[in-house]
């Protein structure tokens, strides 16, 4: 299935944000995550991912630290800040509108998803 870039882009911050709450991560970490959640149907590029995290760190969203784990290579971890985390609960209640929104007029509207085989 093709997901149209606008909805990617618009649901990007909130899910990088809320895989950040889940704890720390670094960048291929996240793009796995996003597969997993997704079970396969987003699939992110590094050329997506990074400049969303640079832009969540300079909103005070995210903090970045470089660490290098013993059996591995340095890697940037992202961690989520308190500013984050408010702007995440900003991004659910907004997310939550719109899926009710769009469950109330697809529910009546006669079974739309079942007539075109998704449901």
């Known amino acids: 299935m093709h997901i149209d870039k606008d909805l990617v882009a618009a649901s990007s911050t909130p899910l990088v944000l809320s895989i950040l709450a889940e704890g720390e991560s670094y960048g291929y970490a996240i793009l796995k995550?996003?597969?997993?959640?997704?079970?396969?149907?987003?699939h992110w590029t590094d050329g997506m991912l990074y400049p969303?995290?640079?832009?969540?760190?300079?909103?005070?969203y995210v903090t970045t630290e470089w660490r290098?784990?013993?059996?591995?290579?340095?890697?940037?971890?992202?961690?989520?800040?308190?500013?984050?985390?408010?702007a995440l609960a900003e991004q659910q209640r907004q997310w939550v509108t719109v899926a009710r929104a769009l469950g109330d007029v697809w529910r009546g509207s006669g079974g739309l998803l079942t007539a075109l085989g998704e449901a």
């Open 33 to 42: 995550r996003v597969r997993e959640l997704s079970d396969g149907e987003l």
């Open 52 to 60: 969303l995290l640079h832009r969540l760190s300079r909103l005070g």
């Open 68 to 86: 290098t784990p013993p059996e591995g290579r340095r890697r940037r971890y992202y961690a989520i800040t308190d500013d984050g985390r408010a």
